[in-house]
């Protein structure tokens, strides 16, 4: 698999979050996966974190972004 994922509902206890995957190229397993979540008022759709889920899957960095609580409503 490669590429963005669908997002995965996750229960937390401050409301239900997203994960959001950007995974390398189907042939290539990640060294490292790095975890990004947004701050208070934003979402995960901010030129940031876009740009990194973007760009580093090509280095075979897996990215996970996590969207929590009634950012994602």
Known sequence: MSGATA???????HGPGRLHLDLPAADTRPAVVVLLG????????????????AALPAGGVAVARFEIGRAHV
């Open 7 to 13: 997002p995965t509902e996750v229960a937390t206890p």
């Open 38 to 53: 947004h701050g208070a008022g934003n979402g995960i759709d901010t030129r940031d974190l876009e740009t990194l889920a």
